[in-house]
């Protein structure tokens, strides 16, 4: 027997993912688990200090899909389930598209535990979850990720992570699928890459989401990934349509994609049917920020700064893809991006994190100023590009009327940001913010009247397209340089690299690095380290941050 404390995450991977137990385990590519019913792999989440959710598929084989599977499952103490402590069954129903989450319950904190799925005469592959700590005896370690297009690249970031031995957690903060067929941002390389999005086309139906969902679960390193660390999860726009918010997308047509409530719940369910979340309030799926108490060392709390209650986006000039005028801005002052009833509840967050070393809230977008600078003598206007010639000259002489800003940012909902900065001020934790979308790295401190009340901490894009696609510079790094000197408060800014974020947090510290993968267009890659900022408290209770190369 292979005890939980001998076997690394490596060595985890070698046993479930080579199907040395075969067939117990079954393999984690593609190819082979075709002929599985567990096809799409097993995935746990929302861990709590005594609980977590564990997921699969039970893809029927041999059987109509309209007929419902009846699912084992089982928790073990080793991945030899020798000790099982926990087992049960469960119907994976076709009206919930064959999915199944089990909540395991009366678990021990800061523990490893084993599981799988049987159905007929099937076994899944064996996930590896862990509860959150109760303690703070120990340092607990985060990957933090977003905006992941299969169309764009190959998912080497899932990859980097997943081969790691001491990630507790994976934080997603959204965009874990695209909407977007062929054609779409960043999806020029699909075919030679042979990850042409199914189906090829906008997503519009909830059997047009079921598929998209099902084709991401069948790429062998998000199935690793799910398989060795439990994920807590957040929306963005994508898993909808691109620029949404609580009534509507600037890119959702009715004459074209018919009723926004319809296609909205359609992805929403979708959603919720193929990734383990614990719902607050299950009637309402759109209801989806919530918080993990990580006790003394840490608690994190997600919010939705996308579809609950946010209002419309600012209107974009003609000719302006991403930025906006502050003339503009001014008129659509009061708007709001987390709506009154999640306002009220941040402020509780707020106030039970105080209990806490620290306070991470995982969020979508900047709430980091991102002012334009004058691009004329940053961009090579003559490189190649994802826009075309006539939409660069447009965006490089839109840029000589600062201030332009992203509309598209917390800093398009200018009351709405204040208000959020003062209730991180008034927070007795370390505040950390933790933001995904823009496909760049971000190390910022947060201000408010000149004083330092938080910071914010970026992940890099797992494949999507970033800046440095759209605006290629003239010498290297000189756009990155020319945003960094244009906007206080960020500290380091880097674009054109795909990765995640590593958090280690401990009761001294809570240190960043940036990992990078150097390439996505193929199978092969190097990891990178890049820069590693270190967060601690003074003794005023405030906090100070340092950025340093990764050594």
């Known amino acids: 027997m292979t005890s939980r404390l001998e076997i690394g995450r490596r060595g985890f991977l070698s046993l479930t993912g080579a199907g040395v137990m075969a067939p117990a385990v079954a393999s984690s590519n593609a190819d082979g688990a075709a002929a599985s019913m567990f096809a799409h792999g097993v995935a746990s989440g929302d861990p709590t200090q005594n609980s977590v959710l564990i997921w699969t598929r039970a893809t029927p084989v041999g059987l109509h899909n309209a007929s419902d599977v009846a699912v084992g499952w089982e928790v073990s103490m080793d991945i030899g389930f020798s ?48 509860t959150l ?21 190959f998912f080497n970031a899932y990859r980097d992570i997943a081969s790691q031995d001491d990630i507790d957690l ?60 439990p994920i807590i999860c957040i929306w963005d726009d994508h898993e909808i349509v691109n620029g949404t918010w609580a009534g509507g997308s600037l890119d959702h047509l009715e004459e074209e994609a018919g009723s926004w409530p319809e296609r909205r719940q359609a992805a929403m369910r979708a959603y919720h049917e193929w990734l383990p979340l614990r719902l607050e309030a299950p009637a309402d799926q759109s209801r989806i920020f919530r918080s993990f108490d990580g006790g003394a060392l840490f608690r994190l709390t997600m919010l939705d700064t996308r579809h609950f209650a946010r209002d419309e986006i600012l209107p974009r000039p003609d000719g302006l893809v991403s930025y906006i005028s502050a003339e503009v801005k001014r008129r659509f002052d009061g708007r709001s991006v987390l709506g009154d009833e999640q306002e009220a509840w941040l402020e509780n967050e707020i106030d039970s994190a105080s209990s806490a070393r620290w306070h991470l809230l995982g969020q979508q977008f900047l709430v980091t100023p991102l002012h334009v600078p004058d691009l004329e003598t940053l961009v090579d206007m003559d490189a190649p590009n994802l826009l075309s010639r006539e939409a660069l000259e447009g965006f490089v002489s839109f840029s000589k009327l600062n201030p332009l800003f992203l509309n598209d940012s917390w800093e398009g909902y200018q009351t709405a940001r204040q208000k959020f900065v003062k209730a991180l001020a008034g927070s007795q934790s370390a505040s950390v913010v933790l933001t995904g979308d823009i496909h760049m790295t971000v190390a910022a401190d947060i201000l408010n009247d000149d004083h330092v009340v938080a910071h914010e901490l ?17 010498s290297e790094g000189s756009v990155d340089r020319g945003f960094e000197e244009e906007n206080e408060g960020i500290r380091h800014l880097k674009s054109g690299s795909h990765g995640w974020l590593r958090l280690e947090i401990s009761m001294s510290d809570l240190q960043a690095e940036w990992r990078y993968v150097s390439n996505v267009l193929g199978k092969e890659f190097e990891s990178i380290h890049g820069k590693r900022a270190t967060i601690r408290r003074t003794s005023d209770g405030s906090t100070e941050m340092s950025i340093v190369d990764a050594g």
Do not use: W
């Open 83 to 130: 000790d099982v402590i926990q087992s049960g069954d469960v119907v994976a129903q076709a009206a919930a598209d064959h999915t199944v989450t089990v909540d395991v319950e009366g678990l021990a904190p800061g523990t490893t535990y084993f599981y799988r799925f049987t159905a007929a005469n099937d076994i899944s592959r064996v996930g590896r979850t862990q």
């Open 133 to 153: 700590p109760s303690k703070s005896d120990r340092n607990f370690r985060v990957a933090v990720v977003s905006c992941a297009n299969y169309a764009s690249g």
């Open 170 to 229: 994976v934080i997603h903060l959204g965009d874990y699928i695209y909407e977007e067929g062929l054609g779409g941002f960043g999806t020029n390389h699909a075919r030679e890459m042979n990850r042409v999005p199914e189906p090829n086309k906008e997503l519009v139906t909830l059997e047009d989401y079921r598929s998209r969902y099902a084709q991401y679960r069948m790429d062998p390193d998000l199935q690793d990934l799910h398989a060795s660390v």
């Open 458 to 474: 970026v992940t890099p894009s797992v494949t999507s397209p970033g800046m440095d696609q759209v605006f290629p510079s003239k």
